[in-house]
């Protein structure tokens, strides 16, 4: 791990794009089904900086099982229908 | 294009099995260097869904390096431990861009783009191939392709157009993977290509699959108006700079005697580790 800390001015650029893309982030919710007779279920949330990269990270952040579909949706999207305003539904 | 399929090495003729056995290990290799790289990037990275993604790909490589050391193995002799340790520097056949540590992130998104993507479709060219062996596995690897190129090619907009600043970072590494990946890839009227051809080891002439390399790379990175040395001519892309293939050998796909760093074989091979490897010391 050590070989790629080679330059101190190329951290300082991957600092400045770290602090950029995250800044411009947004929640992504992870929908997924293993089989066409199960309901499509919550598996949980990726952060990205628009839609491409949220599929990309949410298939591999939750590879993990033999997904048949897969899907997200911007949180900022959800519509909620019961949502107790002190308690978000989509955990953090 | 011959219709004869090949079980396995031993049936292929002379000059067909040298050329397939360069090539897998061009393969190999260069899988082996993507995979290190991608691995050292699961930390540092611009989100931590980014380092997943990293590591996930890593994980993809080192299986497909499996899979290719399995076939050379089985198909050429070839013992696992003799490719990753008994080799001089000088023999390796990755991509040339890849010798190196990545030094900023625009490195790591320009390989992903153009080197794992080079390979990618040299991967495509060797579906259906006649060489059996390799046609079984090929299908899966270009499948776990698929999500290292949208990784690549999402990572690639975004650092186009969120700035100035990402744009020119984007635009130098861009220029500094794509020539290398290009000098990997080689001259098509090689022989060795030919006999690839030849014996219907790829589907295609070499030249079509190195010109969809070039027209997908192309069109997509003046898409997002980045400048990476590739001019439209008619309908197809080209280098604006010129690649002299005259010393072009064909065991290491490259033009100069360069070579990996040693470091990096250091922690490949897990010289550090070497007493823990057990069973290989009496």
Not at chain 1, 81 to 87: F, I, R, Y
Not at chain 2, 51 to 70: K, N, P, T, V
Not at chain 2, 95 to 124: E, H, M, Q, Y
Request: hydrophobic share 40%; glycine share 6%; aromatic share 10%.
């Amino acid at each position: 791990m050590a070989t790629k800390m080679a330059g101190i001015k190329s951290l300082a650029v991957n600092n400045f794009l770290k602090q950029k893309i995250m800044s411009s982030q947004r929640i992504y919710e992870v929908f997924a089904r293993k089989a066409h007779e199960e309901p499509i279920m919550h598996v949980g949330s990726v952060n990205a900086p628009n839609d491409e990269l949220a599929k990309v990270y949410a298939w591999t952040a939750y590879d993990e099982e033999k997904w048949l579909e897969m899907c997200v949706v911007r949180r900022s999207e959800i519509i909620p229908v019961l949502n107790p305003e002190d308690k978000p539904i989509w955990g953090n | 294009m011959s219709t004869q399929t090949f079980a396995s090495a031993k049936n292929l003729p002379a000059d067909g099995r040298d050329a397939v056995h360069a090539l897998l290990l061009a393969t190999a290799d260069t899988k082996m260097f993507l995979g290190f790289h991608y691995g050292e990037w699961t930390f540092g990275t611009p989100a931590l869904e980014a380092g997943i993604a990293a590591c996930c790909m890593s994980q993809d490589e080192f299986g497909h390096l499996r899979l290719l050391h399995g076939c050379l193995t089985a198909q050429f002799g070839d013992s696992p431990s003799a490719l990753m340790e008994k080799r001089a520097l000088h023999e390796f056949a990755n991509i040339a861009c890849l010798d190196r540590p990545l030094v900023k992130w625009a490195d790591f998104v320009a390989i992903n783009l153009f080197s794992d993507g080079a390979l990618t479709v040299i991967l495509t060219g060797l579906q259906k191939s006649a060489f059996e062996p390799v046609a079984n596995f090929v299908d899966k690897m270009v499948e776990e392709e698929k999500h290292h190129i949208r990784n690549a090619q999402g990572w690639f907009r975004t650092l186009a157009t969120y700035n100035s600043k990402t744009k020119a970072a984007l635009e130098e590494a861009s220029r500094w993977a794509l020539s290398p990946t290009l000098e990997w890839l080689g001259p098509s009227n090689h022989a060795m290509m030919q006999k690839l051809e030849q014996y219907g080891i790829i589907n295609t002439a070499w030249e079509s699959l190195r010109q969809r390399f070039l027209d997908w790379v192309g069109a997509f990175a003046h898409d997002q108006k980045i400048s990476i040395g590739l001019e439209q001519k008619n309908s197809h892309w080209a280098p604006t700079f010129p690649l002299d293939f005259s010393q072009w050998h064909p065991n290491v796909r490259r033009c100069t005697p360069t070579q990996p760093d040693e470091k990096i074989l250091y922690h490949l091979r897990g010289s550090k580790n070497a007493i823990f490897k057990l069973g290989e010391h009496n």
